[in-house]
């Protein structure tokens, strides 16, 4: 089982940057591709960024193609997502997911383990 922690969510002007942080419990945390996803007042939780359990291979959500960017480092249990020129769109409740399979994946129900969320707000 792996618990999931997010942190570094906050208040940004549109255009400004964040980092958002999970931290996973446990020793098995590089037998987890990981994801990113986020839920904005009244929508679906959607995908944003999601990595295989190695780094190796990542994938992205159109809206934030070349804006973010998500990485890991298995040694210290954690996945990162660096968010640049940040968007009032961007606005949502954002979530870490550990599914225990090699490969990434893009949709909510490939994802067992989940965090409570960080809220990120972005205004113009």
């Known amino acids: 089982q792996v618990q999931l922690i997010e942190s570094g969510g906050g208040l940004v002007q549109a255009g400004g940057s964040l980092r958002l942080v999970c931290a996973a419990s446990g020793r098995t945390f590089s037998r987890y591709a990981m994801g990113w996803f986020r839920q904005a007042p009244g929508k679906e939780r959607e995908f944003v960024a999601t990595i295989r359990r190695d780094g190796a291979i990542t994938s992205y959500a159109d809206s934030v193609k070349g804006r973010f960017t998500i990485s890991r480092v298995n040694a210290k249990n954690t996945v990162y997502l660096q968010m640049n020129s940040l968007k009032p769109e961007d606005t949502a409740n954002y979530y870490c997911?550990?599914?225990?399979?090699?490969?990434?994946?893009?949709?909510?129900?490939?994802?067992?383990?989940w965090g409570q969320g960080t809220q990120v707000t972005v205004y113009s």
């Open positions: 997911a550990a599914r225990g399979f090699r490969v990434e994946a893009k949709t909510v129900n490939d994802y067992t383990y």
